[in-house]
């Protein structure tokens, strides 16, 4: 596996990680700095971690709280750059946030993704990292595209 450093994300990992979100599509990446925003300041328990190979930013990882969930958090975004795919760096960053939530004595990790075709390696990422399939919600995305949810016990 590649050297990997995992650490939390600065507002000098904000370009870099609108580059990857717009390579992968996953949000839009005007998003980022509003999104990032409360995490720099301190003024919420969310936190961001960027993965690094040497001084190169590589990846992110989101994490939220579930709300009136006691204990329960959602990894609301993950990716890692095209060039780096495949390299281990993905199973790092959850591995870094299970330990930092167990750390925390969080109790359980969620994460919703898409049941289309495009996103079967998704999910069998995250069943590769130990996560089980926990729900469908039918036609959530769009028509035609569920909402599948990855659960993991803490």
């Known amino acids: 596996m590649t050297d990997i450093t995992i650490s939390d994300s600065t507002a000098e990992d904000i370009a870099r990680i609108q580059q990857i979100v717009e390579e992968t599509g996953l949000f839009p990446p005007e998003l980022v700095p ?20 040497g001084h190169v930013l590589v990846g992110f990882c989101y ?6 969930a006691e204990g329960a958090w959602n990894i609301a975004a993950i990716a890692v750059d095209s060039s780096n795919q495949g390299a281990g760096i993905g199973a790092a960053m959850l591995a870094d946030v299970e330990e930092g939530l167990r750390g925390r004595s969080q109790r359980l990790v969620l994460v919703d993704t898409s049941s289309t075709e495009d996103f079967a390696r998704t999910r069998d990422f995250y069943v ?3 996560f089980d399939e926990e729900a469908r919600i039918r036609d959530f995305w769009s028509d ?4 599948v949810v990855f659960r993991k016990a803490l």
């Open 63 to 68: 994490t939220v709280p579930e709300m009136l």
């Open 34 to 53: 509003d999104l990032m925003d409360p995490f720099l300041d301190s003024e919420t328990s969310e936190f961001w971690r960027s993965a690094k190979v």
């Open 144 to 147: 035609g595209d569920d909402k």
């Open 128 to 130: 590769k990292n130990g």
